[in-house]
C-alpha cells in the first residue's frame, strides 16, 4: 500500500513539473493569445505634499531704485551711495501641499499626456540693511549719508503645466516631460 501510494505521489508531482529555461511552448503552453496590454490612457487625479528649500539673493536688490533717487545729489556722484553693501541673503524652507490632474492618450505602446499640477506653500525670505557714513565734503563742509533698504520675496503657491511622452513596456513606462 505505500509504494502504491508513494508511485500516485511521484507521477502526481511529475505532471506539474515545468523547466524554468524552456519557453512557453515547450513547456506546454499552446495557447497562442498575445500578452495583456496595460492600458494607460485616460484621466487621472491625485495629491501631493512637497517640501521646498530656496536660497534668496537680496544683496543687489536696492541699488537701482537708490540710483534713481540720488540720481543728481552730489554725495551719489562722488562716493556712489546706491552701491553700497546694503541687503545679504535669506534662506527659506516650508512644506507645500497641492494636488494634480491629467490625461494620457495611448496608441499601442507609445504614450503622450498632459498634466497640471499645483500647491499651496509658504516660502518667505527677507533682508534689511543699513549703512551711515560721514564725509568732508565740499571742503570744510561735513556731511552724513545714511541708507537703509529691505527686501522681501514670498512664494505661496505654485503650479506646472507639463506634455509627457513616453513608451510603455507592459506594466512599465519610462516617459520625458517637458514644462
Known amino acids: 500500500m505505500r509504494r502504491a501510494l508513494l508511485a500516485i505521489a511521484m507521477f502526481g508531482m511529475a505532471a506539474h513539473a515545468q523547466a524554468a529555461d524552456m519557453p512557453d511552448f515547450l513547456r506546454g503552453s499552446l495557447s497562442s493569445s498575445p500578452a495583456p496590454t496595460v492600458n494607460w490612457a485616460g484621466f487621472y487625479i491625485g495629491g501631493q505634499a512637497a517640501y521646498g528649500v530656496a536660497d534668496m539673493d537680496f544683496t543687489n536688490s536696492s541699488q537701482d531704485l537708490l540710483a534713481k533717487l540720488l540720481n543728481n545729489v552730489d554725495l551719489q556722484q562722488q562716493f556712489n551711495i546706491s552701491q553700497w553693501p546694503l541687503n545679504g541673503t535669506s534662506h527659506a524652507r516650508n512644506s507645500a501641499f497641492g494636488g494634480y490632474l491629467g490625461y494620457n492618450l495611448q ?73
Open 107 to 179: 496608441w499601442t505602446d507609445v504614450l503622450v499626456g498632459v498634466e497640471l499640477s499645483y500647491a499651496h506653500g509658504n516660502l518667505l525670505g527677507s533682508s534689511s540693511g543699513s549703512q551711515t557714513r560721514s564725509f568732508n565734503f565740499p571742503t570744510n563742509y561735513f556731511s552724513t549719508a545714511t541708507a537703509s533698504s529691505s527686501s522681501s520675496m514670498n512664494v505661496t503657491d505654485f503650479g506646472s503645466l507639463r506634455v509627457r511622452a513616453g513608451y510603455a513596456f507592459s506594466s512599465f513606462l519610462p516617459y520625458a516631460f517637458a514644462g
